[in-house]
């Protein structure tokens, strides 16, 4: 049964920097490019960053190019996402969602973990 | 960035009506377009992929239609527990971008 669990969430102040952790079993996380989704407090889904299966491809959503860093560690089954510099409009559900492509086609996320709580403020 | 806009943002149905949900591309996408369902307090769970294409374990009721800018999910004979809110996705080209949502009630 594929699983992700994220972890890392919580108050933090405007300015200061987060770690999230998503670790990932139930499949050979190796194989698969992953994404960050947020979702702020009673508002729709947002792409946040995407990194292929080797970390040779890595992309940001422009709200958050510059101040957060997409990362993993295939050995640990790990994905990461380090938020620096964080604003108020950061405060949102982080998801880590699984990346499907099938016949050369594009992503689409067939796995979400159940998402960790940031929240930006003084 | 392409623009996904969703119609209607809000409907309010009765068990065992048909339901139709778009979600129109500000610019044409192919078949790279995904459906979610969301519940109150959960994460979003795949429905459909690339336009058409149901996800394994989804239940027969729900399907997809549509390519280039124009795409469609229906929820035949609706089940209460269908009251959720459904997004729409695309990947054909970053940023990947969702729908606005649109959310269902079960009269």
């Known amino acids: 049964e594929v699983q992700l669990v994220e972890s890392g969430g919580g108050l933090v102040k405007p300015g200061g920097s987060l770690r999230l952790s998503c670790a990932a079993s139930g499949f050979t996380f190796s194989s698969y490019s992953m994404n960050w989704v947020r979702q702020a407090p009673g508002k729709g889904l947002e792409w946040v960053s995407s990194?292929?299966?080797?970390?040779?491809?890595?992309y940001y959503a422009d709200s958050v190019k510059g101040r957060f860093t997409i990362s993993r560690d295939n050995a640990k089954n790990s994905l990461y996402l380090q938020m620096n510099s964080l604003r108020a409009e950061d405060t949102a559900v982080y998801y880590c969602a699984r990346c499907r492509k099938e016949g050369g086609g594009s992503c689409y996320s067939d796995y979400w973990g159940q998402g960790t709580l940031v929240t930006v403020s003084s | 960035e392409i623009v996904l806009t969703q119609s209607p943002d809000f409907q309010s149905v009765t068990p065992k009506e048909k339901v139709t949900i778009t979600c129109r591309a500000s610019q044409s996408i192919g078949s790279s377009l995904h459906w979610y369902q969301q519940k109150p307090d959960q994460s979003p769970k795949l429905l459909i992929k690339?336009?058409?294409q149901s996800f394994s374990g989804v239940p027969s009721r729900f399907s997809g239609s549509g390519s280039g800018t124009d795409f469609t999910l229906t929820i035949n004979s609706l089940e209460a527990e269908d009251a959720a809110t459904y997004y729409c996705h695309q990947s054909s080209s970053l940023p990947q971008t969702f729908g606005q949502g649109t959310r269902l009630e079960i009269k």
């Open positions: 690339y336009a058409s």
């Open positions: 990194i292929s299966s080797s970390s040779s491809y890595i």
